[in-house]
């Protein structure tokens, strides 16, 4: 499986950004879906993970303000950003966890898209 992650830039505070993160593999046979992201020295933070057949996870710092999605007609998964503040700057990551038979759930991540928030 592989993710190719986009969309990162930098934006004013009180901007919108969108992420987008296209898979390899159907999205829809996929376990779960996440967002991380890292600043430096810090440890890898989620952000947002939806799992089949529940509803969206929000990091405190994110709920509200941030919205998981994605289309499966395109094997895309979306991450819509608004309100953006500065300290949301960092590297973000997609990852996708999935259900291999004889293997069990294994998690594989796309590279990051840095996102620049200026105050």
């Known amino acids: 499986v592989q993710l190719q992650a986009s969309g990162g830039g930098l934006v004013q505070a009180g901007g919108s950004l969108r992420l987008s993160c296209a898979t390899s593999?159907?999205?829809?046979?996929?376990?779960?879906l996440h967002w991380y992201r890292q600043t430096p020295g810090n440890q890898r933070e989620l952000v947002a993970s939806?799992?089949?057949?529940?509803?969206?996870l929000y990091s405190d710092s994110v709920k509200g303000r941030v919205t998981i999605s994605r289309d499966s007609a395109k094997n895309t998964m979306y991450l819509q950003m608004n309100s953006l503040k500065p300290e949301d700057t960092a590297v973000y990551y997609c990852?996708?966890?999935?259900?291999?038979?004889?293997?069990?759930?294994?998690?594989?991540w796309g590279q990051g898209t840095q996102v620049t928030v200026s105050a």
């Open positions: 990852s996708a966890t999935v259900d291999l038979p004889g293997w069990g759930k294994t998690l594989y």
């Open positions: 593999g159907s999205i829809d046979s996929m376990y779960a």
């Open positions: 939806i799992t089949n057949g529940r509803r969206p």
